[in-house]
């Protein structure tokens, strides 16, 4: 099987999580984007989502699902979204597709984060894929000094542009291997908006798909 057609099926997987849900959370990327073509078929009852993305809120609305202010919908009961990298804690590296900000703002605000990932992301020790910090345009080079000084070696994806207007630092040469600890010390640099440790709101639930089928994160 292509790592495409495991990012099908284990979105199909996901389907089971939102079928009693009114106003879901969406997240963003290749294995969302999947997700999102398969509610398009559920005979549910969805009557909006909250996005992470302009893009999924276009691919949303594109398919008849109102997209909805996070303001004014509240808690959500179900956040759906991909990641770059996951581990046994559940934690997760995600903004490769630059969407972090909004993706850690919706998963705060649901009860139950279903991660969905190809067997690929699955790793021991986060760092292998490169961190995205999304940081305040005039803080660019100081925030990658910082983060030098944390051990990494930061690299500015040129050409990108977050859904906030900010710049994107992939950090390269870290090894993670206290996620709480690091995504604070990020988070203390000022010019950081948002890092892709999502530890201090791990995901509920993991489902990852194999050639052998989708197996959950116990
Ligand atoms: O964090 C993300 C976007 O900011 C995505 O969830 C992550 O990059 C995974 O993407 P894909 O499903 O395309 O592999």
């Not at 961190?131 to 050409?159: K, Q």
């Not at 010390?185 to 948002?194: A, L, Q, W």
Request: net charge negative; with cysteine; proline share 5%.
């Amino acid at each position: 099987m292509t790592q495409d057609e495991l990012k099908r099926k284990v979105a199909e997987a996901a389907l089971d999580y939102v079928k009693d849900v009114t106003i879901l959370g969406v997240g963003t990327g290749s294995t969302v984007n999947h997700f999102i073509d398969l509610l398009a078929d559920l005979k549910g009852g969805i009557e909006g989502a909250v996005s992470s993305s302009e893009a999924s809120s276009e691919r949303l609305k594109k398919i008849g699902i109102p997209v909805l202010d996070l303001n004014a919908a509240g808690t959500l009961d179900v956040y759906v979204d991909g990641a770059d990298e996951v581990n046994a804690a559940k934690q997760m590296i995600k903004g490769g597709g630059a969407a972090l900000t909004r993706e850690k703002i919706v998963a705060e605000a649901s009860r139950k984060f279903v991660c969905i990932v190809d067997e690929t992301k699955y790793v021991d020790v986060l760092g292998k894929f490169p961190l995205p910090v999304e940081v305040i345009p005039m803080a660019r080079s100081l925030v990658a000094r910082r983060l030098v000084e944390l051990g990494g070696t930061p690299v500015w994806r040129e050409n990108c542009v977050t859904d906030n207007g900010n710049v994107i630092l992939d950090v390269y040469n870290l090894s993670i291997t206290d996620p709480v600890e690091l995504e604070h010390r990020i988070n203390d640099i000022p010019g950081v908006v948002c890092n892709g440790v999502f530890a201090l709101r791990p995901a509920d639930v993991v489902l990852i798909g194999s050639p052998s089928g989708v197996r959950t994160l116990p």
